[in-house]
C-alpha cells in the first residue's frame, strides 16, 4: 500500500509499512537499525570507548525521522492512530540514539528540539485510541502526561525557557480541556448536577426527587 500526499510543487509518494521510501540502508530494515547493529560491533572491538556518530550519520538519521514524521501526519488523518504511535516511537528512538552517540552538542540539539513534536502527536494518537474505545479517563491521563514529558525534556535539557510559551504544550492543554467538554456524563452526576440546580432554585420537592434517586443509584 502507498500513501501519496499532495504538496504545493508535487505529490510525496510513501510507503504504507516499513520505511517510508521502501529503502533497505545497507540492508537493514532503517538507518537506525543499521547504526545500532554497527555501533553493537565497534563497541565489541573497543569496550573502552563508546561508539560515535558523525556530522554526516546525524544528517542522514535526521533525513530518516523526516520520512516518518511525514507518514505519521498522513496517518493521523486517516485515523490510523496505532500507526502514528509506532512511527513516532520510531523517531523518539532514533532522537535518544542521537543524543546518545553524536559527540557534538550543538549539532544534536538541532535534531533533538523536534522531541517536542514527535511527543505530541504521539499522544494525540494514544488518546485517540483510548477515546474511540470510551475511556476517557485513560485519554486524559494520556494527554497529560504528554505535556509533562514535553517539559521534562525541556527541563533535562537546560531549556526551560520554552516551557511557558511551546506550541505544544499548549495544543494538548488546549486539547484536554475539549476532551473533557465533550465527556459524556454518568447518571450519578446528571442526578448531581440537577439536585444542585434544583437547590439553587429553592425548587426543594424537586431536589428531594432527586436525592432520593441519587440515594437508589447508589444502594
Known amino acids: 500500500e502507498k500513501l501519496q500526499l499532495r504538496m504545493d510543487l508535487g505529490l510525496l509518494q510513501m510507503n504504507r509499512k516499513g520505511r517510508p521510501d521502501g529503502k533497505r540502508p545497507h540492508g537493514h530494515a532503517t538507518l537506525l537499525d543499521y547504526h545500532r547493529a554497527k555501533c553493537l560491533r565497534e563497541a565489541k572491538g573497543n569496550l573502552e570507548e563508546e561508539p560515535a556518530l558523525s556530522g ?95 517539559r521534562e525534556f525541556y527541563r533535562t535539557h537546560g531549556h526551560e525557557e520554552f516551557i511557558e510559551h511551546c506550541d505544544e504544550t499548549q495544543m494538548l492543554e488546549d486539547w484536554l480541556e475539549e476532551i473533557r467538554a465533550q465527556r459524556p456524563i454518568s447518571e450519578k452526576e446528571r442526578l448531581e448536577i440537577a439536585l444542585k440546580e434544583a437547590v439553587t432554585r429553592e425548587d426543594y420537592e424537586k431536589a428531594a426527587h432527586y436525592r432520593d434517586a441519587l440515594r437508589d443509584l447508589e444502594n
Open 56 to 150: 554526516a550519520d546525524c544528517l542522514h538519521l535526521q533525513l530518516e525521522s523526516i520520512q516518518y514524521h511525514h507518514r505519521c501526519m498522513c496517518l493521523f488523518q486517516l485515523d490510523d492512530f496505532a500507526g502514528v504511535v509506532a512511527d513516532a516511537s520510531h523517531n523518539l528512538a532514533l532522537l535518544d540514539f542521537v543524543e546518545n552517540h553524536a559527540p557534538d552538542s550543538d549539532a544534536v540539539w538541532g535534531i533533538l528540539q523536534f522531541r517536542a513534536q514527535v511527543l505530541m502527536i504521539q499522544t494525540r494518537a494514544m488518546a485517540s485510541i483510548a477515546l474511540k474505545e470510551l475511556q476517557y479517563d485513560a485519554a486524559e491521563e494520556q494527554v497529560a502526561a504528554g505535556v509533562d514529558q514535553i
